[in-house]
């Protein structure tokens, strides 16, 4: 039923009939959304807003004490509160919401095309990537598409840089950091792809957004001294000796950082700490203590692994950092300019990916990023056969996406779970499988017969 006998997705899932009901029901969990984003949450977009309506009553971003606002982002993104909160809170998330579903639509078609999928299939294929990611999604739009805006920035960053147009891929791409900051790994992308005008672009646009724009409204002093609180929290959220803290919160199960991913593997956590999970009515759902530390027990689901020391967990988690560091550049180490335009979007697909899974903090909302390496594993699907460990791989994604659900598991057993990862391992496996596919000799790089012919590519600019 998933797969066809030579291997490929079965063309079933792209028929009108099977297009037409999931693009019914989505729509169904759209509107579900659109009154819970809208009218009944209040969650961070809620925070995003009140930090705007600080600045606009002339408070600067800091380190967030005594009410203040945490330099977590760049100024670009506080400009960007400011204007959220020049309208009322439920009509700016009215607002944010409309604008988030067509921000969607555009990522989606723009991923598309570069992929170059067939246009008679586009919509099919967007719709079943959207039901892939959907838990991420639905979680997401409660907070009116903050993490959409983010894809949508960096979408459009992408097609301008795989067709070849420098100005408006480092203007987009320098947008989409402004805005969420971890795109900012683009920029070391950029560079070691020798495309030196988009990076210089986006550079100069960056220095634009976060220096040079602020200063009328907050001043030279306070605009220099808002980078300052946020490299001092950068330089936190790195430098503390505890591998499971970030800097920038309390340690929480709910946390896909790749990093924490990796520390808890490797760390075993007393029963005081926040990632020890208790049985229930031991601890609050804020991991403080509802009884004394000699009578706390584990979850009965919740299992630790390796008891290394903390220096020894640093040093590992330095040294698969830098491993992988260097694989994705030997994978990345064609120069742009003599990089397809299929296999740059396959590259860029990964590293939206690991935007969100190398921050320090990543929720799961944040992987929606994850949205175009669906896009373009599912294609690949759908182009040429897959082997059956990948079959078995992409059927394992699947799970780690969907199984682990509050509404099946209970709040409870569903955080227990939360701590194992599983999405996280869902986003590496995609990365390899969409690496993997794109390096082989079967044709994966290209579009296939069924596909319209890719334009010649433009090698006319400089790297």
Request: aromatic fraction near 10%.
């Amino acid at each position: 039923m998933i797969f066809d006998q030579a291997g490929r997705f079965d063309e079933r899932w792209l028929a009108p009939r099977a297009t037409r009901w999931l693009t019914w029901a989505l729509a169904l969990v759209l509107i579900a959304s659109a009154v819970t984003g809208i009218f009944l949450r209040l969650n961070d977009f809620h925070l995003h807003h009140v930090e705007g309506a600080k600045v606009l009553a002339g408070r600067t971003p800091g380190d967030g004490a005594s009410g203040g606002i945490p330099a977590m982002y760049l100024m670009g993104r506080t400009m960007f509160n400011a204007a959220l909160a020049l309208v009322p809170h439920r009509l700016a998330r009215a607002m944010s919401w409309v604008a988030a579903v067509v921000a969607l639509a555009v990522s989606l078609q723009i991923w598309g095309r570069v992929f170059a999928v067939d246009p008679l299939r586009l919509r099919a294929l967007a719709v079943l990537a959207i039901w892939w990611v959907l838990p991420f999604l639905h979680r997401d739009m409660d907070d009116c598409g903050l993490q959409v805006f983010t894809l949508a920035l960096f979408s459009a960053g992408a097609g301008a840089l795989v067709d070849r147009r420098p100005a408006a891929a480092g203007v987009w791409m320098a947008l989409a950091a402004s805005y969420k900051t971890t795109p900012l790994l683009v920029l070391p992308f950029l560079l070691y792809k020798r495309l030196w005008r988009e990076a210089g672009v986006m550079i100069a646009v960056l220095v634009l957004v976060n220096v040079v724009l602020p200063v009328p409204f907050l001043g030279w002093k306070r605009t220099v001294e808002a980078h300052q609180a946020w490299v001092a929290i950068a330089m936190k959220s790195n430098a503390s000796d505890d591998p499971s803290s970030n800097g920038l919160d309390a340690p929480r199960q709910q946390n896909l950082a790749l990093k924490i991913a990796l520390v808890r593997l490797w760390q075993t956590f007393p029963p005081e700490h926040p990632l020890f999970l208790a049985k229930p009515g031991q601890k609050d759902w804020d991991q403080q203590l509802l009884a004394p530390v000699s009578e706390i027990e584990r979850h009965w689901a919740f299992f630790q692994f390796f008891d290394f020391d903390p220096a020894t967990v640093n040093l590992l988690l330095a040294s698969v950092l830098v491993t992988l560091g260097l694989g994705f550049a030997w994978v990345f180490r064609r120069p742009g300019r003599f990089t397809s335009r299929f296999d740059l979007a396959r590259e860029l697909a990964v590293v939206a990916m690991l935007s969100a899974v190398l921050s320090p903090i990543c929720w799961r909302q944040h992987l929606v990023l994850m949205l175009p390496l669906v896009m373009v594993v599912l294609w690949d699907g759908f182009r040429a056969p897959m082997k059956r460990w990948e079959q078995v791989i992409l059927v394992g994604v699947w799970c780690c996406i969907w199984l682990p659900q509050r509404e099946l598991l209970g709040r409870n057993l569903s955080v227990v779970i939360d701590s194992y990862k599983l999405p996280t391992i869902a986003c590496l496996a995609l990365m390899f499988l969409a690496l993997r596919r794109g390096a082989s000799p079967t044709g994966e790089s290209t579009p296939s017969a069924r596909e319209a012919p890719e334009p010649a590519m433009k090698t006319t600019h400089g790297e």
